[in-house]
């Protein structure tokens, strides 16, 4: 009995000693990975992963900064990833060991691979944004097609030459030639094109029918550059009535004459006061006041399905001169809230022009 006694806590012990060997070999190191090109720029978003023969130990995609973590316990790993670009797809597959409690460097230098960061300017060289840019390969045909959210549109892509077309509205530049080397290689395009600007902030206006009581326009608040939330209570709406015939008129002054590109009105549909958007905006220019031209009437069906509260922005390309902007509101509701009047334009186009916003005859216009 002694004997099998000393045996067992012998066993024990042992049992102890390795599993606590085990526990401790087992403690993860961690491997910092860089992922860079072969002039050191980073690589972001790499799914990689740490495998032992075919399994997942750990995984994770690198950051902005090219880096990813990834963890096991002391040994030898396979790191396994792919780059897929519009052009080619690289394979990395290297070695990796890990120490125990350690944190090593890896870093991943893939060849054969450059980054073009192509940057959209305006004519007075500003950022552009909302531009298509197309790459296009050494035979001119498309290797992608992008439509840029900000100035700026990145492509991993293999070395070589590309041809890159960028438009935005009715300008078109087309056959930009660059060179990619396997690195990072930026690249200015400018287009044709003049920066825009809301020209009708804290402009002066005059309306048809004025606002009422209970909404009032305190501080000129069509032009103010602030839009409410969408409730009737908020003070920032303007609220007019459209008596019998249901129509509003507004005219704002932009003091001189510019090349206007577009006008927008923000209008209020707020179920729970009875107030819709309306169902016709027409809007006229003029560079005198006197003379006018109207574009064309846009319609609005009101769907039903739509929130109780909404607002929405009403806009009208303009594309011509002029230093008065009209706006004709077909109401569906007596009620008629606006937010904001925005007017664009370009701002070299200034020109002096004779005109007075107090003797326009507002019944006139349309
Ligand atoms: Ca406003």
Not at 66 to 87: F, H
Request: proline content about 4%; glycine content about 8%.
């Amino acid at each position: 009995m002694k004997t099998k006694s000393l045996l067992f806590v012998l066993f024990v012990m042992l049992v102890v000693l390795f599993s606590g060997c085990d526990l401790f070999s087992g403690k993860p190191g961690t491997v910092e990975i860089a992922v860079k090109l072969a002039d050191g720029t980073p690589v972001k978003n790499i799914e990689l992963s740490l495998r032992e023969k075919d399994k997942i130990i750990d995984e994770g995609g690198t950051n902005e900064k090219g880096l990813l973590k990834l963890s096991a316990k002391a040994g030898k790993y396979q790191l396994i990833g792919s780059i897929v670009t519009e052009t080619h797809e690289i394979l990395i597959n290297e070695e990796v060991v890990i120490e125990k409690n350690k944190t090593v460097n890896k870093l991943v230098t893939v060849q054969n691979l450059g980054k073009l960061s192509i940057n959209v300017k305006d004519k007075l060289n500003g950022p552009l944004s909302g531009a298509e840019v197309t790459i296009k390969d050494s035979n001119k045909a498309a290797v992608t097609k992008v439509t840029a959210t900000t100035d700026q549109v990145e492509a991993l892509l293999k070395p070589g030459t590309y041809y890159i077309d960028v438009k935005k509205d009715d300008v078109t530049l087309e056959d930009h030639e660059v060179t990619l080397t396997s690195a990072l290689v930026t690249v200015n395009i400018t287009l044709d094109i003049y920066p825009t600007y809301n020209l009708a902030l804290n402009k002066d206006y005059r309306m048809l029918k004025p606002a009422e009581g209970g909404y009032p326009d305190t501080e000129k608040e069509l032009t103010n550059g602030v839009v409410g939330a969408a409730s009737f209570g908020n003070a920032e709406w303007v609220g007019t009535l459209g008596g019998e015939e249901r129509l509003q008129v507004i005219v704002v002054d932009l003091d001189k004459e510019y090349l206007v590109t577009k006008a927008t009105v923000v209008g209020l549909k707020d179920g729970t006061a009875g107030i819709d958007l309306p169902l016709g905006i027409t809007v006229a220019i003029s560079s005198d006041g006197v003379n006018w031209t109207p574009l064309e009437k846009q319609t609005y069906e009101l769907p039903p399905e739509e929130p109780k509260q909404v607002v929405r922005t009403h806009e009208q390309k303009v594309g011509d001169n002029a230093r008065f902007v009209a706006y004709k509101f077909d109401q569906s509701t007596n009620w008629l809230f606006l937010g904001e009047i925005e007017v664009y334009g370009t701002q070299h186009t200034a020109t002096d022009v004779p005109g007075d916003l107090a003797t326009i005859d507002l019944a006139e216009i349309f």
